[in-house]
């Protein structure tokens, strides 16, 4: 963290110099365990849906570490004068729903009063220390998989604005509520060496912090990146989060973008909410990587390749 500097001990696997998701604490030779927190203002209007696309998000965090999620704590802010308390009992409802599906405990938490509401957790996991995915190991000549698909942000956005019919909704919570957790072990299980969650800072910035912290490039086929129905035609409409122009601002020093314009490249920059993990696989493991995935319902794609290199993102 910056402007904090402290020596680093051997038990931290993996803390916050590489800005991956989660930190590793190292327990022996055959456990580690992966800590992480995160919580978001509501995306949508229903209170139990709100509490679940929060949790998933939060838990995403141990998963594209590789770990399995064990123990949670809620973090909540609520204003008790302006909304009831009922309501924040269908937010922690909510996120028991996600906890029973991922097979970890919720025990306890904090709430603090604030005029924004806020919730999410902080997530305690497991995983072998020779198993760890981190953003720093992708290497050249790996196919780049994509497990959910892209446009969360437009959606989320519209959805505010009361610009999203019922059909649209229910595309965009049918994908932040999906766990990340069979995508982490597909990944894991064809050797995976690189892994993170496409969230906050969309499929560009995410990608370019794990092409600096692994020391290689990308090539990336825009047309085979999967848009959520509707994102796109709602992105032409001008809908568009401020992040994800943030997100494209950011990335614009390792952006090759070819002939796309600053829609595509803003559709690829999409500030995600309980997106999907995008991870590094040999390519003779590709196609059982996307079976699998498929096999589960993920609307999962091969959306380009790492490259020897410097760190640059060049879209084809």
Known sequence: MRGIDSPVPPELLVGSASGDDA?????????????????????????RTWGRVAATNAVSDVYAMGGRPL???NLA????????????????????????????????GHTIDDPEPKYGMAVIGEVHPDRVLTNAGLKPGQDLILTKPLGLGVLTTAIKAGMADDATIGRAVDTMTRLNDVAARVAADHGATG???VTGFGLLGHLSRMLTESSVGAEIMVAEVPIIDGARALAEQGVMPGGSRRNLESVMELLDPGAFDELDQLMLADAQTSGGLVFGVDPSRTGNV???????????AVIGATTAGAARVRLQ
């Open 23 to 47: 930190a590793v604490w190292q327990l022996d030779d055959d456990r580690a365990l992966v800590v992480t927190a995160d919580f978001i203002t509501p995306v949508v209007d229903d209170a």
């Open 290 to 300: 996307i079976d699998e995935l498929r096999a589960h319902h993920h609307q999962v």
């Open 71 to 73: 123990l949670a704590l």
């Open 195 to 197: 892994c993170t969650d």
């Open 77 to 108: 802010g609520w204003s008790r004068d302006e909304l009831p308390l009922q309501l924040l009992g269908e937010v922690l409802a909510g996120g028991a729903e996600v906890a029973a599906a991922g097979g970890f405990f919720v025990a306890g």
